[in-house]
């Protein structure tokens, strides 16, 4: 998730932290149930929750295994570009098979996550469709043979 350039840097309370980490814990959990961590009503804390989906602070999303669905294979595939970087990033953002484009400092300027069904797909993905966009230069692969850690209650500050 990036941060729009017209959208101001939103500033949380101590509450609006605290219904974070409520739903970081098990984004399933009932406004009832946060409230009465909180001390606010189910209400109060429905529009809460509104309000900094709203501001882009953050989102309420189901997290699946890819292996489990269906997709043998995942990767992280360093790019680099030659011209501006962003028209890039937006192409590879409209990849299906893509999950996740950052703009990097360092030996890559874009990492890209993929998830493929199989090495044969995975091949198609990058040789046919990534390294076919005008501007990427070259590209290296890491597959994911095992993923060790995956979390998203960093918390708030």
């Known amino acids: 998730m990036s941060r729009k350039p017209d959208r101001p840097t939103a500033t949380l309370d101590e509450v609006s932290k605290a219904i974070i980490e409520q739903l970081q814990q098990d984004g399933r959990r009932s406004y009832a149930a946060i409230g009465k961590v909180v001390g606010l009503s189910e209400a109060a ?35 680099r570009v030659t011209g501006p970087l962003e028209p890039v990033a937006d192409r590879l953002a409209e990849l299906d098979e893509v999950d996740y484009v950052v703009v990097t400092a360092g030996s890559y300027d874009l990492l890209v996550e993929v998830v493929a069904e199989s090495d044969e797909h995975l091949l198609e993905l990058i040789s046919g469709r990534i390294r076919a966009i005008e501007g990427v230069t070259a590209t290296e692969t890491f597959m994911y043979l095992s993923l060790r850690k995956q979390t998203y209650s960093w918390g708030v500050r």
């Open 45 to 79: 804390v429905r529009q809460r929750v509104q309000r900094l989906i709203e501001a882009g602070v953050m989102q309420v999303v189901a997290v699946t295994d890819p292996l489990e669905l269906g997709f043998a294979r995942q990767a992280m595939v360093g790019i």
